[in-house]
Every structure is written in structure tokens, then in C-alpha cells.
Antibody
């Protein structure tokens, strides 16, 4: 049973860069059938997909965040990471990492989730 | 404003049946992309409930079912139990965004 665990600072100052890591256990991040994704949820609000990465390093990002987001993967440590630059209070949210199960050529869903980590943007 | 539209809340008594709708457009559900559903219990991470419109992962009770028609999808829960009280989210692929989109979520209250 795969498990995902987010880690990183819980507080980031405005205009700085948010950095989070998701460590995968119980399975290899290099497993060919999965992508790996970041999703966030502002307090009391819905889910927003941030982006995804394949073990090869291939990425797809939400167009609304693309200019500020980078997702990277470290297969040797079985983990992947999120950086979000120039953060504002609007980036305050619970950040989840998730495993992406492909469903067809381009469709997919999220079949395993981390517990989430709260990141607040404040001075 | 979420790309997929869900009612903010629904409620029903224990044992009853409830449905949650998810309405999209011609760039997502209407483009024949499948819909997936997640259950988020209070204070926990979302959990996959239905994938591919109507398929249940192992361990999900058959009280939960999904369907899709045109640009909309529905999640039905029969024999409501107190433990079903949660937020429910639909998700699909959007070809205009070339990525995943979610509904705004529906809070289910078991009366």
C-alpha cells in the first residue's frame, strides 16, 4: 500500500518561494503506470490541481499557476517536490500530494493522497 | 469559481437516498471525459470514491454509485449513514486547460 507524506515549512513570507516535498513509501516513484501530483485546498474551499510529474521529469501545470510553479522529482530518494514562487496570502492553503492513476490516453484520477500540510503566507 | 459546478450542500435522513450533481461543459464532461468522485471526511484528506464515472475502488460500499449523461454526472448514495457526512468532490479532465479540474464540493449532512 503506497503512502505519501508531505513536508516543508508551514509559514512563508509574502513574495518568497514556497517549497514542499512529498516522500513516497510502499512503492517506487519510478513505477511506469503513475504520475505524481500536487493539489491544494484553501481553508473552507474546494480543491485546486497544481500540476503533475512523471518519473522521467515530464510535467504538466495548471495554466493559472504555471508561471510560478515548478514540480521536480528525485527518483533516488523516491520523492517529488513543489516550488511556488512570489507567494501571496492567496496561496495560503492545505497542500496535498497525490498519486495519479492514468485512465486512458490523457485522463487520470488521484488514487492515493498524503495527509496534507498547511502552508500559511504571512509576514 | 470552479470549472465543474456542484450544489454547495445536500441533506437527507439516515436510510434515505441522496444524489449530488456535477455539471461541466463541452471542454470537459461534455467532451466525453470521465468523471471521478472523492469523499473528504472532516479533517482528513480526500479519498477516491468513484472512478471512470461508475467504478468503485476496492473497499467502497456499493451504496455509492456514479453515473454520467451529457455534460453532467451524478453521485448517488443509498441507505445513508451518519458516517457518510462529508464533503464530496467531482473531478474530470479539461481539454481547454489541458489538465484536471474539480467541482467546488458538496457538503452532505445526514439529518
Amino acid at each position: 500500500q503506497v503512502q505519501l507524506q508531505e513536508s516543508g515549512p508551514g509559514l512563508v513570507k509574502p513574495s518568497q518561494t514556497l517549497s514542499l516535498t512529498c516522500t513516497v513509501s510502499g512503492g517506487s516513484i519510478s513505477s511506469g503506470t503513475y504520475y505524481w501530483s500536487w493539489i491544494r485546498q484553501p481553508a473552507g474551499r474546494g480543491l485546486e490541481w497544481i500540476g503533475r510529474i512523471y518519473a522521467s521529469g515530464s510535467t504538466n501545470y495548471n495554466p493559472s499557476l504555471k508561471s510560478r510553479v515548478t514540480i521536480s522529482v528525485d527518483t533516488s530518494k523516491n520523492r517529488f517536490s513543489l516550488t511556488l514562487s512570489s507567494v501571496t496570502a492567496a496561496d495560503t492553503a492545505l497542500y496535498y500530494c497525490a498519486r495519479v492513476k492514468m485512465f486512458g490516453v490523457i485522463e487520470y484520477y488521484f488514487d492515493s493522497w498524503g495527509q496534507g500540510t498547511l502552508v500559511a503566507v504571512s509576514s | 469559481q470552479s470549472v465543474l459546478t456542484q450544489p454547495p450542500s445536500v441533506s437527507a435522513a439516515p436510510g434515505q437516498r441522496v444524489t449530488i450533481s456535477c455539471t461541466g461543459s463541452s471542454s470537459n464532461i461534455g467532451a466525453r471525459y470521465d468523471v471521478h468522485w472523492y469523499q473528504q471526511l472532516p479533517g482528513t484528506a480526500p479519498k477516491l470514491l468513484i472512478y471512470g464515472n461508475s467504478n468503485r475502488p476496492s473497499g467502497v460500499p456499493d451504496r455509492f454509485s456514479g453515473s454520467k449523461s451529457g455534460s453532467s454526472a451524478s453521485l448517488a448514495i443509498t441507505g445513508l449513514q451518519a458516517e457518510d457526512e462529508a464533503d464530496y468532490y467531482c473531478q474530470s479532465y479539461d481539454r481547454s486547460l489541458s489538465g484536471s479540474v474539480f467541482g467546488g464540493g458538496t457538503k452532505l449532512t445526514v439529518l
